[in-house]
């Protein structure tokens, strides 16, 4: 039982504000997101910004709602039998559509300590690495997620309560890892074509901020 | 070659004794080995199903309860008081149903898998907080049950409220009153401890818990003639094993749950006590010629025949007693005496039978659990 | 393979790949190799979908979302402010507070991810501001939320229960013991911590006080009326009980404080769905890697090589508590416990073992395993939702894996401390 440290501790007085005011500050503001690709393009990908987080906030408030709901209806007597396979359904609609929206603002977890202790040339080097080699794994569980789709449905396998193809709740499955995959690729490119090293096609690297982006 | 062979229960629960013999037999009598994986080591019921399809596993355990969700008219086994209530008929139909050897497999074959064998698991049994004796005690009693639209309209005739809820969730709710019923097999009952936390068991005699043993379509029909016959024969070697092994096995689940806990109160229902619970049958069977898929008539109206084939074949008084319940059963429960009579007859003339029938449900649960 | 997958896993983690990569690859080349090409790849999805699936699951994202409208509005402090004007002035007395609070939440939530946001997420700020180093509250944060484990109701002993044939009902109680054991350690821990490193104590608040900080948090004392009540009075499952406090903060937040308007009812229900999302990839990616290493059968590999029937007693108990600790290292406990449990049972009732005590020494292993670096869903929770690198979250677990372990040893050589509440229920 010996303490870590023998020194008082100083704890940071930002981090103290970062974690004092909870995410208030850190709220990702869709109005203000500017895409990293050009043109159509990027109408097109901040079009996509807004559906992921629209689909978020509502399957998470759904999700809510229809847990109560099962409760109020189990102590009035007659219970949502399907409430289960619905909230399955939303935590699979939120988990895809979140991971291509967090790759999108540079919010996977990662292990940085190695990558940060790097000079910059191989850091930005490793950069690109990183987004390329996740990208072609998102790419490639994109594919084998639409042949598991594709033979869900072959197959007919409907969800016992709701009595709905079972497909149906995982078509995200494909398209989240897909967004994902296509906003690594897309970070790998901005890293080869510009100065600096970024996490996300929007989210620069660095410390002054890493309260927000280092997650 | 290694053969990999997954279920849905434990190793020492029915599907795995089945499993266990399966293996046994087909190491003894070639030089195949077979791996097994109990419930939850590769996923849910679901997840080893689909496995099996795609070919990782070669053989698999699944309850027609949940391959309902693939193949509609396997849902026929939750129709309740549909299978016979006494041992010897409903062993005599497992061996001899023309449904299960004649109309299932090529629906199952639809699906990519070779449909080895059916058999039963056990008679399923109610676990509650109250007594319960007719319907009317069940009134207001939030019943978990699998989430299965056959389930969920038999309790509901069966006057209770039906309460889906995931299966790790169950003994919490037991315990603290969220549900106050459940059912199972007695063995199930027994194994997952579900006694702890009620304090009434009622064997209502309402359904016999079902399951199939299937291979993967390509990788059977690949098998040479000589691995063709060793499948088959390791297939009724376990099949003869697992009806002798459930013979008394819920009369001996019962004793331990008795012992563990004394208090509890085990009541098996009487033909007039089951009376009002059987006549809720039409209604759960016209939901299942409604959902049961293109099928579901003709499987209804086979499984019919071979019960009374088998109340026929299962000898003595009770044979003919067992015809006249099945054929009242038929009739939708309209025929009251008749079934009243073959009730009891069968409940004096096997009472011990009975009990090993009732592990089967349990089957249906375990699945669930690694779910959660 | 088995050290191609492992050795794959720690280089990709370090080099500072998003950590979902290190779990898929890890299971990709499981697949490959099993499977001898990508034709199988299918089931690796099929098994990712499983892992986010499980109803129990829902109520981290519920706490999440109940936790953050608590915390940006006025219920969390209020409670805070409650809990201060009694511990304020006691050396420590913040730090032990949260590590009660933790364990009480997690005993009833019955989900660790749960306690780490929903005690954590408020209690944090306040212990930073109050002079405890992030390193340390973060550990004791993740560490207490552990401690649910081994407080009824726990799903890691119902699972035991069930593949190993051993009451419930005498695990349950058999897990009280052993947690308080821990959470007193910890009090003394974080005792001598807030002594070592000076942090200050508050002045002792007045009864007048005190009566005026329970008047503020009358409203938000209804949070512990809903989680305990409704739980054990049957009325919610612990994951309807999060969904409750949902609605709840909402009711407080948005019409008795007015602290929130919709639009920030918005941000809040899509950051709780990011949080989420992040999270469960994670847990999806390790259900896909846990597959694996069932299928390929290595526990039973690798155990075979050890002689473990040639063991006594003691030995055995080493043996499992070694075995789940590294297993729980890398795979999802509820998976550790399906293949490991019949693999040991055989050998624990051959050397006379009381199943109570293993499941106890087991569920505890499960708990210590779950905060130890480098998988574990706690940290990912952790991570995701403090926004804290991933060293800075692990850096001050060493003590408390230490203290836990202790125990661990403890449970071996005084077996009591687990099964004398239970020899007491059970007139044994
Ligand atoms: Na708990
Ligand atoms: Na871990």
Redesign the interface.
């Known amino acids: 039982m010996t303490p870590d440290d023998e020194k008082p501790p100083r704890t940071d007085p930002d981090i103290i504000a970062a974690a004092e005011v909870a995410n208030v500050d850190e709220d990702i503001d869709d109005a203000e997101y500017v895409s990293g690709l050009p043109g159509v393009l990027g109408v097109i990908d901040a079009a996509i910004a807004r559906i992921e987080s629209v689909l978020l906030a509502l399957g998470v408030l759904a999700m809510a709602v229809n847990t109560m709901a099962n409760v109020v209806g189990r102590v009035i007597g007659s219970t949502i039998y399907f409430s289960e396979e619905l909230n399955q359904a939303l935590i699979i609609l939120i988990t895809f559509a979140g991971i291509s929206y967090a790759a999108r603002h540079g919010r996977h977890i990662r292990m940085s300590a190695f990558f940060d202790a790097m000079p910059f040339r191989p850091r930005k080097m490793l950069m690109v690495a990183i987004a390329a080699i996740t990208a072609a794994g998102m790419f490639l569980l994109t594919w084998y997620s639409v042949v598991y789709v594709l033979e869900q449905a072959s197959r007919g396998r409907l969800l016992p309560a709701l009595q709905i193809p079972q497909w149906w709740i995982i078509v995200w499955a494909p398209l989240g890892f897909f967004l994902t995959g296509l906003q690594y690729a897309l970070t790998a490119i901005k890293n080869v074509i510009d100065k600096d090293i970024w996490l996300s096609t929007s989210t620069l690297e660095g410390y002054d901020d890493s309260v927000e982006e280092e997650v | 070659d290694t053969w990999r062979y997954a279920f849905e229960e434990a190793l020492e629960e029915v599907q795995g004794k089945y499993a266990q013999k399966f293996k046994e037999e087909v190491e003894a009598n070639s030089d195949h080995t077979v791996e097994l994986f109990p419930f939850g080591t590769l996923g849910e019921s679901a997840d080893i199903m689909e496995q099996a399809q795609s070919g990782i596993l070669q053989f698999v355990d699944q309850s027609p309860g949940f391959t309902g969700a693939l193949i509609p008219e396997a849902q026929v086994f939750f129709v309740p008081y549909l299978l016979p209530e006494d041992q010897d008929q409903l062993f005599s139909f497992f061996r001899n149903s023309k449904a299960i050897k004649e109309l299932f497999p090529p629906l199952y074959e639809a699906q990519g898998l070779e449909l080895l064998t059916m058999f039963p698991e056990g008679e399923v049994m109610m676990t509650t907080q109250e007594p319960v004796a007719s319907p009317e005690d069940l009134n207001e009693v939030k019943f978990r049950v699998m989430t299965n639209p056959l389930i969920v309209e038999s309790y509901q005739a069966f006057g209770a409220t039906p309460t889906p809820l995931p299966w790790g969730e169950v003994y919490g709710a037991m315990q603290t009153g969220i549900i106050q019923g459940q059912e199972n097999p007695a063995f199930f009952i027994e194994s997952t401890k579900m006694y702890e936390v009620s304090e009434h068991i009622t064997r209502a005699g309402h359904n016999n818990f079902t399951t199939a043993v299937m291979a993967n379509k390509e990788f059977y029909d690949g098998l040479s003639d000589e691995d063709k016959q060793v499948v088959q024969d390791a297939t009724q070697a376990a099949f003869d094993y697992i009806l002798d092994y459930q013979d008394g096995l819920t009369e001996e689940s019962l004793e331990k749950i008795m012992e563990a806990k004394p208090s509890m109160t085990i009541t098996e229902l009487s033909e007039e006590e089951r009376q009002p619970f059987r006549d809720t049958a039409e209604s759960v069977e016209a939901e299942y010629l409604e959902i049961g898929g293109e099928q579901a008539q003709a499987i209804l109206d086979q499984m019919k025949a071979d019960l009374e084939a088998a109340a026929g074949a299962s000898g003595g008084e009770t044979a003919e007693d067992g015809g006249e319940a099945m054929d009242s059963s038929a009739e939708s429960g309209s025929d009251g005496a008749a079934a009243d009579d073959a009730g009891a007859e069968s409940d004096s003339a096997s009472e011990g039978d009975d009990g090993a029938m009732d592990e089967a449900d349990a089957g249906s649960e375990t699945e669930e659990a690694p779910a959660n | 393979m088995t050290w191609a997958i492992f050795g794959t896993m720690i280089v990709l983690?370090?080099?500072?790949?998003?950590?979902?990569?290190p779990l898929?690859?890890g299971s990709?080349i499981g697949f490959v190799a099993l499977?001898g090409g990508?034709g199988?790849?299918?089931?690796?999805?099929?098994?990712?979908?499983?892992g986010?699936?499980?109803?129990?699951?829902?109520a981290v994202?519920?706490f999440i979302?109940a936790a953050?409208i608590m915390?940006?509005g006025q219920s969390a402090n209020r409670l805070i402010d409650l809990v201060m004007t009694f511990v304020g002035h006691f050396k420590g007395g913040l730090a032990i507070s949260t590590a009660g609070a933790c364990t009480m939440f997690g005993a009833v939530s019955?989900s660790t991810q749960a306690t780490v946001v929903a005690v954590g997420?408020p209690l944090?700020?306040r212990m930073?501001?109050a002079?405890?180093?992030?390193?340390?509250v973060l550990a004791l944060i993740v560490n207490s939320s552990d401690i649910a484990f081994l407080i009824p109701?726990s799903?890691g002993m119902?699972?035991y229960?069930?593949?190993s044939?051993t009451?419930?009902?005498e695990l349950f109680i058999a897990g009280i013991g052993p947690g308080l054991l821990i959470l007193f350690?910890f009090s003394?821990?974080s005792y001598?911590?807030a002594t070592?490193?000076?942090?200050p104590v508050e002045p002792k608040a007045s009864w007048g006080e005190r009566a005026a900080a329970v008047k503020r948090a009358i409203w938000p004392l209804g949070f512990p009326a809903i989680i305990i009540g409704g739980?054990?009075?049957?009325?919610?499952?612990?994951?309807?009980a999060?969904?409750?406090c949902?609605?709840y903060a909402l009711f407080l937040e948005m019409i008795v404080f007015r602290e929130m308007n919709f639009k920030q009812?918005?941000?809040?229900?899509?950051?709780?769905?990011?949080i989420?999302?992040?999270?469960?990839?994670?847990v999806?990616a390790g259900a896909a890697f846990s597959?694996v290493i069932?299928?390929a059968?290595i526990p039973q590999q690798i155990l075979a090589g050890i002689g473990i029937d040639q063991m006594g007693q003691y030995g055995v108990l080493f043996t499992i508590s070694v075995a789940f600790f590294v297993g729980c290292m890398f795979v999802d406990p509820?998976?550790v416990i399906?293949?490991l449990v019949?693999i040991f049972a055989p050998v624990v009732a051959d050397v006379g073992l009381d199943p109570v005590l293993v499941g106890t020494i087991i569920t505890l292993q499960v708990a210590i395993g779950s905060a130890t670096p480098?998988f574990g869903c706690d940290i990912?929770t952790a991570?995701?939702v403090?926004?804290?690198?991933?060293?800075e979250v692990v850096?001050?677990t060493?003590?408390f894996i230490?203290?836990l372990l202790s125990v661990a040893v403890l449970l071996i050589f005084f077996p009591q401390i687990a099964l004398f509440l239970r020899d007491l229920a059970f007139a044994k």
């Open positions: 983690l370090l080099l500072g790949f998003p950590m979902m990569i898929l690859a990709l499977f990508f199988q790849l299918d089931t690796m999805v099929q098994q990712v979908l499983a986010i699936r499980p109803a129990s699951l829902i994202p519920m979302f953050d915390t940006r019955g997420g944090r700020p930073l501001k002079g405890y180093n992030d390193s340390f109701p799903i119902i699972i229960g069930v593949v044939g009451s419930i009902s350690m003394v821990y001598i911590y070592r490193h000076n942090v739980i054990y009075g049957g009325i919610f499952s612990p994951t309807e999060a969904a409750a949902v609605l009812l918005y941000a809040t229900a899509k950051s709780t769905g990011l989420t999302a992040v999270v469960f990839i994670l999806g597959y069932s299928f059968q509820i998976v399906l293949i019949p480098p990912f991570i995701a403090f926004k804290r690198p991933y060293t850096k001050g060493p003590p230490f203290m």
